[in-house]
């Protein structure tokens, strides 16, 4: 029953090399993000889809693409791997509702990459 | 964009003791939001709170939205405490993105 999910949780590959991140969400809500974190520990926003629709793309390179073939559902790819892409990529996820808690984010357990 | 400060940065304290964390932030939010990292790297949402005050356990969040500040409360502190805890907000016209402080580092020694 979990409720945001990634796979795969740890992922170790060479500089060149291309790797997908996958998340899903069993939440029943409507806009999913990426974000990541560096080795400090911060946080920084990516991307975000709301019904499958790209909503924000925050000045990331476009060896990232982050693909939502549904609602339930937001990919990351990544193509050309570089060192400095080494770090832990959160997906979360919200729902905007007109009441209640509005946009309250939900966050997956992480991946963490490695590029060596 | 909005600014967001926690402060302490680090903090280590002796497993019982009591501690505040603060939270400020340069501009009005839609969504405020205190998040603990553990050791396992896992973010676990602890409190929604863009005003007012929530308790949940030993643990008590109140935000003062029309002075930009958050504060949360640990009380009766346990090594189960320990990790990151992390202040995030969204601004108002933000497309819904949270905006994260650089955290607070909690040690609750034995």
């Known amino acids: 029953d979990t409720a945001v999910s990634q796979t795969p949780k740890y992922l170790v590959t060479q500089m060149g090399n291309d790797k997908s991140i996958k998340c899903e969400q069993n939440l029943g809500h409507d806009t999913m993000y990426w974000y990541k974190q560096d080795s400090k520990k911060f946080l920084k926003i990516m991307f975000s889809?709301?019904?499958?629709?790209?909503?924000i793309n925050e000045t990331v390179p476009n060896r990232f693409s982050p693909k939502s073939p549904d609602k339930a559902h937001l990919n990351l790819h990544i193509n050309s791997l570089e060192l400095g892409d080494s770090a832990v990529y959160f997906c979360?996820?919200?729902?905007?509702?007109?009441?209640?808690?509005?946009?309250?984010?939900?966050f997956g357990p992480g991946t963490r990459l490695t590029v060596t | 964009g909005i600014q967001v400060e926690q402060s302490p940065p680090d903090l280590i304290l002796q497993e019982g003791a009591n501690s505040t964390l603060r939270c400020n932030f340069s501009d009005s939010v839609n969504n405020l939001q205190w998040f603990h990292q553990n050791p396992w790297g896992q973010l676990i949402n602890l409190f929604y709170?863009?005003?007012g005050t929530k308790q949940n356990g030993r643990l008590s969040a109140t935000t003062v939205a029309t002075e930009r500040y958050s504060l949360l409360y640990i009380s009766s502190s346990q090594t189960t405490d320990s990790g990151v805890y992390f202040c995030a907000v969204e601004a108002p016209f933000g497309n819904e993105k949270l905006t994260f402080g650089t955290g607070t580092r909690l040690t609750i020694i034995p």
């Open positions: 709170i863009p005003s």
């Open positions: 979360a996820s919200s729902l905007k509702r007109s009441g209640g808690n509005w946009n309250e984010q939900y």
């Open positions: 889809y709301n019904n499958k629709e790209l909503i």
